[in-house]
Nanobody, 115 residues
Framework: QVQLVESGGGLVQPGGSLTLSCAASRISFDIYTMAWYRQAPGKQRELVATITSALITNYADSVKGRFTISRDNAKNTVYLQMNSLKPEDTAVYYC?????????WGQGTQVTVSS
């Protein structure tokens, strides 16, 4: 059974930084497109960033210039470096793995940006 396990969430002050990690198991990690989504209370889940197997990245306009997605295929892990965090970045962040009709989700990790 495929597993995606997120870590690295927590409470941070506005302007601070966090790095999220997502470790994948039982998956041919290097051929999947990996992504981070987030869902704030009362809102729909939204795409934050993606990285393909060819290392092509894409970001939501709201995080461009502040967040960086990366992957380490040797460790089956995808990362999300988040800088200059804002209160509106507060959400549960989810890891996603996608390949054609295969789609897997992690359980999510809470990120709270507050003073």
């Amino acid at each position: 059974q495929v597993q995606l396990v997120e870590s690295g969430g927590g409470l941070v002050q506005p302007g601070g930084s966090l790095t999220l990690s997502c470790a994948a198991s039982r998956i041919s990690f290097d051929i999947y497109t990996m992504a981070w989504y987030r869902q704030a209370p009362g809102k729909q889940r939204e795409l934050v960033a993606t990285i393909t197997s060819a290392l092509i990245t894409n970001y939501a306009d709201s995080v461009k210039g502040r967040f960086t997605i990366s992957r380490d295929n040797a460790k089956n892990t995808v990362y999300l470096q988040m800088n200059s965090l804002k209160p509106e970045d507060t959400a549960v962040y989810y890891c996603n793995a996608n390949l054609l009709n295969l789609n897997y989700w992690g359980q999510g990790t809470q990120v709270t940006v507050s003073s």
